[in-house]
């Protein structure tokens, strides 16, 4: 499959490899809309999609808290899940460079939000969700509406070069400069630490010999 991809103004498609067997899948960005988009991966060099097929569409969503489960997936609802994916990611990287929204990824959002709710219910052990996978789609594409239309959302860019995952920041004073510290900001932090390491050898390489 292709999906969309940045490359600054515009959008490009992109060839996506997908990935066999069980993946990890991260829910870092703040919101359920903006975790979906995150199943691609970099996707400006060499885009890996998680969701390669209904069944790990159906284990995304038994992962993720904020939507009902377990749901069954078949090969059409999948499609509108990737679909919808791709709409919400096209948005919201719109609103990280300030420009207007895309019409054709609006509607398929505005679309998905309309068709069937989850039901919701309240027991002593907390909220409980319920529905199927149209349910659940309906309730991402809500759920992407609301932050999406919030002008105090801050929504960001991973700061990792290779990372094109968005997140919203609810960090104090916005500092947040990743998506999250296990899957970029360990890894920015060890980058970091080795290139100094490097440059400290370096600068003892070049020190002449007797001085201290």
Not at 11 to 21: R, W
Request: some cysteine.
């Amino acid at each position: 499959m292709v999906v969309t991809s940045s490359t600054g103004d515009d959008l490009v498609t992109a060839n996506v490899t997908g990935q066999d067997g069980d993946v990890d899948f991260a829910f870092v960005s703040g919101n359920p809309a903006l975790d979906l988009t995150g199943t691609v991966r970099s996707r400006r060099d060499d885009p890996l999609d998680a969701l390669t097929g209904p069944a790990d569409l159906e284990r995304w969503v038994a992962q993720c808290d904020a939507l009902p489960a377990p749901v069954t997936a078949d090969a059409d609802t999948f499609e509108s899940a990737l679909s919808l994916r791709e709409a919400i990611y096209r948005l919201a990287l719109d609103r990280v460079l300030a420009r207007p929204f895309d019409p054709d990824s609006l509607e398929i959002v505005n679309d998905t939000a309309a068709g069937p709710v989850p039901t919701i219910k309240l027991s002593n052990a907390g909220q409980h969700l319920s529905g199927d996978l149209r349910a659940a789609l309906s309730h991402i594409a809500r759920s992407g509406i609301a932050v999406l239309a919030d002008p105090d959302a801050c929504l960001k860019e991973c700061g990792r070069a290779d990372c094109t995952r968005i997140y919203l920041d609810r960090s104090r004073g916005a500092r947040r400069t990743w998506c999250g510290m296990d899957e970029c900001g360990n890894r920015i932090k060890a980058a970091a630490y080795r290139a100094r390491r490097r440059a400290s050898a370096t600068a003892e390489e070049r020190r002449p010999e007797g001085t201290i």
